[in-house]
């Protein structure tokens, strides 16, 4: 049975407020304009920092072209509470292990999951070692992504790590073209691809298509 995950973020967020303190959440990042929402959103209720763990991009100069956008963002974003960022090493090697054979699927199959997985594993690990409340990734907002594979995953690493995943789908009410509003706001530098170099590939193919049925 498929879950609706803004009612279980909106009971979850009801529990926190009840607590003594802010709750710590740690938060993947896939990239500024994908933040910007999620970051408005939670930093009313929870104290975030940013990890951006991101090895599937390609080349070097957009993943640190994506970093320093994130940067940007949390220094010029108003927000209820200050933002940390941690900047993931830029690890593409082991995208590339990870991709192994599955090379020619199509975006938004088995080897999407799989990068889910890596992204959020390293998420979770980071989270028990800095002893967060909470972790989740903004990956849910674009409709490109699976945002019931990524809360299973996110759930299954929650009970192998022991840190408490924030079940969430940031897409619902209006959370990806509030994303694009602000985007424009802050003049943020939106990607046509998601990060990988079959991402890219696909990318350019619709392009070319596009083109060539004008």
Known sequence: MKKNYQIILDKTIAETEKGSRVPTLLLHSC?????????EYLSEYFDITILYYNPNISPEREFT????????????MPLKRP???IEGKYDCERF?????????????????????RLRLEETAKAA??????????TLSISPHKNAQALNEIGGEL???????????DFKKRNGYKRSCELSEKYGLYRQNYCGCVYSKAEAEERERAK???V
């Open 65 to 76: 072209k994506r970093v320093n956008e994130m940067r940007r963002l949390i220094s010029e």
């Open 83 to 85: 933002v940390r960022f």
């Open 96 to 116: 590339y292990d990870m991709a192994r054979g599955l090379e020619s699927l199509r975006e938004g199959g088995e080897r999407c999951f799989k990068c889910y």
């Open 31 to 39: 990239c500024a304009p994908c933040s910007s929402y999620v970051l």
């Open 211 to 213: 083109y060539n049925n």
């Open 128 to 137: 028990q070692n800095g002893g967060f409340d909470y972790f989740t990734t």
């Open 158 to 168: 929650s009970e192998k790590y022991g840190v408490r995943y924030l079940f969430s």
